[in-house]
């Protein structure tokens, strides 16, 4: 179901002739793509082109030459249907992820500028998809047990009103607010309408308000990215995580993209990557920082710290955290996500790094900070296990885990979400080899791994 929703997000007539602010002429999604895509990985023009021809298997080539067609190839002017298979290699993504498509057969052959399908045809299209994704809810179950969403989205197909630019941000405040105070599955179904909703709005959008409302498709799917992790849907994800990426470049709103990409690295730490994917996202998202102030390159620091400190590099987790200190979030509250970031978030990253380094005094210190502020029952939940960690750390693996099993079995099960799991198995890796047959440690063994 997520995966079809992003498919209807990626492969949409008004998205793949949307403005950017370079240009009046559309720019189809699959150039923004592997732009983005490259920059994520630190390459240059150059580069990618030695990339690709070493994905063709071509020993020698005229690097200069291919790095002129990847600026073609990146403005839109022409698909790259020689070397398409070798992006794919390349990125190591499926044709799907990357270009939006099964094959290069539904991808039109024409450059930039060339006029859209009717609007007739495309609205019957869309149309028949949303029905499609009802009937596909109600047959699996996908969208819940009431219905509700199902609903929704027939409405939304037979009679939608587009919103403007104030409603779309009170919709991101009130999904906000939502995945801090109900559990994820809740949150997911009503995102998906709203996804579906914002994608129908930009087909008719003009360029000023298209930009916006990419602005909006960033957010939603960052936010959804943000539900899907807590239910351990790490797949789905990921994919949308790229789908909020690609949104946000399209933009050009450079807050944005590193907002997107800090969510995106702050999410990993929880087992969705391993920790040096971790890492290298944030040093991707730094490299397109650059020289800017923007406040997400602190938050990447703090990011960075968590993933140093599970790595047991105490010292250089401190250092990093450091860095992330002493941010008061003002640059946060410029964002279309202005509520995002909050103070505790500071509070719950000393936590973290304090906790694993067995610094009991200051990791309390920071937990009573959080727990006086959150909003979050994840927060709340994730911070008290932080002091199991810390107890662990410190010799007391009876007490640890035994605490860590009465904070997780004391939550509805509903808002035992896939972070607040993975926090729990942070505390059974803190146990010593020879202490991991007690008593409690087997408790929270079988209460974490869902059996």
Request: glycine share 8%.
């Amino acid at each position: 179901m997520e995966r079809q929703v992003e498919t209807l997000l990626s492969t949409s007539p008004a998205v793949q002739r949307r403005p950017t602010l370079m240009t009046e002429n559309p720019r189809p999604l699959w150039a923004a793509r592997i732009q983005a895509e490259r920059e994520a990985h630190g390459w240059s023009k150059w580069e990618m082109a030695r990339r690709l021809m070493e994905a063709r298997g071509y020993e020698h080539g005229d690097v200069r030459n291919r790095a002129r067609q990847i600026l073609d190839w990146e403005k839109g002017d022409h698909f790259p249907r020689d070397w398409a298979d070798a992006y794919v290699t390349a990125f190591a993504m499926t044709w799907q992820e990357l270009f939006g498509a099964q094959d290069a057969s539904v991808i039109p052959s024409v450059s930039v500028g060339t006029t859209a399908p009717p609007q007739a045809r495309g609205d019957d299209l869309e149309r028949r998809t949303l029905l499609q994704l009802a009937a596909l809810g109600m047959g699996a179950g996908a969208l819940g047990s009431t219905g509700e969403p199902v609903r929704q989205l027939l409405d939304l197909a037979l009679n939608s009103e587009p919103r403007d630019l104030d409603d779309w941000h009170l919709t991101l405040s009130d999904h906000l607010h939502a995945i801090r105070t109900r559990p994820p599955a809740q949150v997911r179904d009503g995102l998906v309408v709203d996804l579906i909703a914002v994608q129908r709005q930009l087909q008719d959008a003009d360029a000023d308000e298209a930009t916006e409302l990419q602005r909006v498709i960033a957010a939603l799917s960052t936010i959804h990215a943000n539900a899907l992790t807590r239910l351990g849907d790490h797949g789905a994800a990921i994919h949308w995580w790229r789908t909020a990426r690609t949104a946000a470049d399209v933009s050009g709103d450079l807050d944005l993209r590193l907002l997107v990409r800090a969510e995106e690295a702050g999410f990993g730490v929880y087992g969705q990557r391993d920790l040096a994917t971790v890492l290298r996202l944030i040093e991707a998202a730094e490299r397109i920082a650059g020289d800017s102030l923007s406040f997400w390159v602190a938050d990447l620091a703090g990011t960075r710290a968590k993933a140093l400190s599970l790595l047991g590099r105490h010292d250089d987790a401190r250092q990093a955290l450091n860095t992330y200190l002493g941010h008061d979030g003002d640059g946060a509250r410029t964002s279309i996500l202005p509520t995002l970031w909050n103070i505790d978030q500071t509070y719950f990253a000393q936590s973290w790094v304090y906790a694993h380094a067995g610094d009991e005094a200051k990791a309390g210190t920071a937990r009573e900070q959080v727990l006086a502020r959150t909003p979050d029952y994840q927060y709340a939940a994730n911070v008290r296990l932080h002091e199991a960690v810390c107890a662990v750390a410190n010799g007391g693996a009876d007490t640890g885990t035994r605490q860590a099993v009465d904070i997780i079995a004391a939550l509805p099960p509903a808002q035992r979400s896939h972070m607040i799991i993975e926090t729990g198995k942070a505390v059974l890796r803190a146990v010593p080899v020879e202490r991991r047959e007690r008593p409690a440690v087997r408790d929270l063994r079988v209460l974490t791994s869902g059996r």
